[in-house]
C-alpha cells in the first residue's frame, strides 16, 4: 500500500463550534489472488480504526481480480483527523512517535469454479499497521484474511 496524494481540510461544525480536520489519502493498493478461481466482487468500504475508534473510511470500487492474479486498484481514504486527536492515547502515542491503527475490510462478491460452479463468497482482511510520525512511514504490517463460503 503506498500513498501517493494527500489533500488537507478543516473546518467548524455549527452549531457547536467543534473543529473539525479531514485528511484524504489516494492510495495505490495491489491486491493477489492467490486462488484458483477468480473472484469478481461489489462495491465495498473499508473501514480505519485507531484504538477501536473509527477514523476513516474508503470506498472499495467493485471489480474483479482473475484466479491467480494481481489487480492495481487506486481509491481514497477519508480520514477525520479530529477523531484522532479525541482519543486518549494520542499524546503518548505522539510522544512515542508511533501511530497504530487498522483497517478492516469485507468484500462480497462470487467465485466461479470450473466456468460452470457459481458461490457467493464474502473475503474479509483485517490489517494491523503502525506509522511512525516523524518519517511518515510505515513501521509494521500485518494482515489476516478470512473466505467465507
Aim: aromatic residues 8%; positive net charge; glycine residues 6%.
Amino acid at each position: 500500500m503506498t500513498t501517493t496524494e494527500e489533500n488537507f481540510s478543516t473546518g467548524i461544525n455549527l452549531p457547536t463550534f467543534q473543529p473539525s480536520v479531514t485528511l484524504t489519502l489516494k492510495l495505490n493498493i495491489t491486491v493477489e489472488n492467490p486462488n484458483r478461481a477468480g473472484f469478481a466482487y461489489n462495491n465495498g468500504t473499508s473501514y480505519l480504526f485507531y484504538h477501536g475508534d473509527e477514523v476513516g473510511q474508503a470506498l472499495v470500487p467493485a471489480g474483479r481480480i482473475s484466479a491467480q492474479g494481481k489487480e492495481t486498484m487506486v481509491t481514497l481514504v477519508h480520514i477525520q483527523a479530529d477523531r484522532f486527536l479525541a482519543n486518549s492515547n494520542f499524546t503518548s502515542d505522539i510522544k512515542l512517535g508511533l501511530l497504530p491503527v487498522s483497517s478492516q475490510t469485507a468484500l462480497s462478491g462470487r467465485v466461479r469454479i470450473l466456468k460452470i460452479i457459481t458461490r457467493h463468497v464474502t473475503a474479509t482482511t483485517v490489517c494491523d499497521l503502525v506509522v511512525s510520525v516523524s518519517s511518515r512511514n510505515i513501521q509494521s504490517f500485518h494482515c489476516s484474511y478470512k473466505v467465507k463460503l
